[in-house]
């Protein structure tokens, strides 16, 4: 598997993007940056998160332990679409013990609790991100 500083090596070229202008988008160094991607020095998890939204990935791809990109939908700090909650709600079977496919009432009651812990999670990161600092 890759390890962190590959995978931020890979994202900022796929984006065209200089250690320069990337320092500037996330408020820390060049030299920081350049510890990053040479394996000099270990980000702390808020730059990570940081570094995974601002990319569009998801946190365990970007420090190499997948090699699937996309963040999942609890991940994001915007609110999940319909159609990422449907796509959850069919793939996962926890959710499919409540009926199989679920009716349009059960459907909307679900989507609607996952937008509620979405905002939950959201405002859970947050303070966590508060208290780290």
């Keep these: 598997m890759a390890t962190f500083a590959e995978r931020l090596r890979q994202l900022r070229n796929e984006k065209d993007i200089t250690l320069d202008k990337l320092a500037a988008i996330f408020g820390t160094t060049k030299a920081t940056l350049s510890r990053y991607e040479n ?64 009716d349009d009432k059960s459907k909307d009651d679900v989507i609607m609790f996952l937008r509620a812990a979405h905002e939950l999670i959201k405002e859970k990161r947050k303070t966590k991100a508060n208290n780290d600092k």
């Excluded at 980000?43 to 970007?62: H, R």
């Excluded at 996309?70 to 999940?80: G, S």
């Excluded at 709600?89 to 199989?100: A, C, F, P, T, W």
Aim: no cysteine; proline share 6%; aromatic share 10%.
């Design 39 to 102: 394996d000099l020095r270990v980000p702390k998890a808020e730059f990570v998160k940081k570094a995974a939204d601002f990319f569009n990935v998801s946190t365990d791809y970007i420090m190499g332990q997948t090699d699937v990109r996309e963040q999942k939908w609890w991940e994001k700090e915007e609110p999940p679409a319909d159609i990422e909650l449907e796509e959850f709600i069919r793939n996962n079977s926890n959710i499919k013990l409540m009926g199989n496919p679920l």
